[in-house]
């Protein structure tokens, strides 16, 4: 948590002008410690993340389940708790706010939520819900607020009569046209819409996306828009960041990132979708096994264990892609052996699709018995093998760590500046001219 004492909260209700920065996040952390595991890691789920949000702007977030994008939305409505970092609205640091101004901070910024189900009280009519951020923050009379409740409703496409009306009558697309209705009753400046559209079908979708587009350019709000449909993103987003393991690995303008990704790992999650990343040829990038576990990311580079683009040592920058891929998996495999929580035998048929459970000689065997690996790749496999084998797993792990390992392993990106825009990218092979950009990577192995 920032230790700037910040109590001057006269910046609120001032107008930012459209195009200016609104929402400034520097280094924002947000870490869960777990009370039943002490002494164990926290969890790291958003991990030192910074960008900036425009006044009129729909920054989207993106990246795959589990990656940090609820947390980090939760964490700039104040519903975690900050571990460290700042975010600044308006030039305020809202992370040491408190009392009468964190109250003031709190009407100019709202969330929506994914599931409109859960989110909206069935035990109270539609009118009492839309009503309740008025009633909380006591605007005006009570006449005022109801006729301010009807306002609302004709705003999102409601009609007056359903002021009475109670959650459960209406469809899912209606029970999110009223928690937007609410979101915005207070006239808000900033709001966070995690998934708004995620739970409903795709017609109910188009619908929802457009009155949201709408209500922008109406009240000229800026979004945080949290999504895992990439086309939903291209289509309603100006710009965008993607996540992965609590970091931002790339944000810049969206038509930018879609048609010349800079990160890996933006190529990789493109390439998964059917329209494919034009520079990574005909060939699919596929990801291997799944992200590694937030209370224990990889001290280096946070896509280090999957990058298809990772930074070989120089000995081995020119040897077949399918050996250093199984390469790639026999560490996978000896690091899992390492962890206490993740059974080697379960983890290593996961990774090879086997039925029994295998030693790390044994999958030595399956991973290199009939490729053509040269000699100097195999005597240290067999030294890793040798060392696992004499049950000391940290050795052959910190053994493959310094003859295969690089700079992705090692040391932890920076954000580099990678267009004229602005766009920014995490990731090594930015550092130097010694290395291929991650484009030009793709573009030779995956045509
Ligand atoms: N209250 C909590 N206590 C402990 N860990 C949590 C808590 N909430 C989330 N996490 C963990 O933090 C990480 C990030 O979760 P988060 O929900 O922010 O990801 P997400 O990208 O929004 O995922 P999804 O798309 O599935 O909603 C995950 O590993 C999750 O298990």
Redesign the pocket.
């Known amino acids: 948590m920032s230790t700037t004492e910040t109590t001057d909260a006269e910046s609120l209700g001032t107008d930012v002008p459209t195009g200016e920065t609104l929402v400034s996040v520097r280094n924002l952390k947000t870490y869960?410690e777990?009370n039943q595991l002490i002494g164990g890691n926290p969890?790291k789920?958003?991990d030192g993340v910074s960008f900036d949000v425009k006044k009129g702007e729909t920054l989207g977030l993106v990246?795959?389940?589990?990656?940090?994008?609820?947390?980090?939305?939760?964490t700039l409505m104040r519903l975690?708790e900050a571990t460290d970092g700042t975010v600044d609205y308006k030039g305020l640091d809202v992370t040491t706010l408190s009392g009468s101004d964190l109250k003031r901070w709190r009407k100019e910024v709202q969330m929506v939520f994914?599931d409109p189900d859960s989110s909206l009280n069935d035990r109270m009519t539609v009118g009492e819900i839309i009503r309740e951020p008025l009633d909380v923050h006591d605007v005006g009379t009570m006449d005022e607020r109801k006729e301010r409740v009807r306002e609302l409703l004709s705003t999102v496409g409601l009609q007056p009569e359903h002021y009475f009306r109670y959650p459960h009558q209406f469809s899912g697309g209606q029970r999110q046209r009223i928690g937007i209705a609410r979101a915005l009753a207070l006239d808000p400046d900033f709001v966070v819409l995690?998934?708004p559209v995620s739970a409903l079908d795709a017609s109910v979708q188009a619908k929802i996306i457009n009155l949201l587009e709408d209500l922008q350019e109406e009240f000229g709000l800026s979004y945080l828009f949290?999504a895992?449909d990439l086309s939903v993103v291209r289509h309603i987003c100006d710009r965008v960041a993607v996540?992965y393991l609590?970091n931002i690995m790339e944000i810049g303008p969206v038509d930018e990132l879609f048609e010349e990704p800079a990160n890996p790992y933006t190529h990789s999650l493109l390439s998964a979708i059917p329209e494919p990343d034009p520079s990574a040829g005909g060939n699919r990038i596929t990801l291997r096994g799944t992200p590694p576990?937030?209370r224990d990311p990889p001290a280096g580079c946070p896509f280090s264990t999957r990058c298809p683009a990772k930074i070989r040592p120089e000995p081995y920058r020119d040897i077949d892609d399918d050996v250093w891929e199984r390469i790639e998996v026999f560490r996978e495999v000896v690091r899992e052996r390492t962890r206490m929580e993740v059974g080697l035998s379960e983890r290593a048929k996961r990774l090879l699709g086997l039925e029994e459970p295998v030693t790390v000689s044994d999958t030595a065997t399956d991973l290199f018995g009939d490729v053509d690996a040269p000699p100097q790749v195999m005597e240290h496999v067999d030294e890793a093998v040798e060392l696992a084998d004499a049950d000391d797993p940290e050795a052959a792990r910190a053994y493959l760590k310094d003859e295969f390992g690089s700079v992705c392993d090692t040391d932890r990106p920076d954000q580099h500046e990678v267009s004229t825009t602005g766009r920014m990218s995490l990731c090594h092979r930015h550092d130097s001219d010694e290395y291929e950009e991650p484009g030009e990577f793709f573009a030779g192995h995956y045509e």
């Open positions: 869960y777990d969890v789920a958003v990246g795959e389940s589990g990656c940090g994008k609820t947390t980090l939305g939760r975690e994914q995690d998934e949290i895992h996540m609590g576990s937030p």
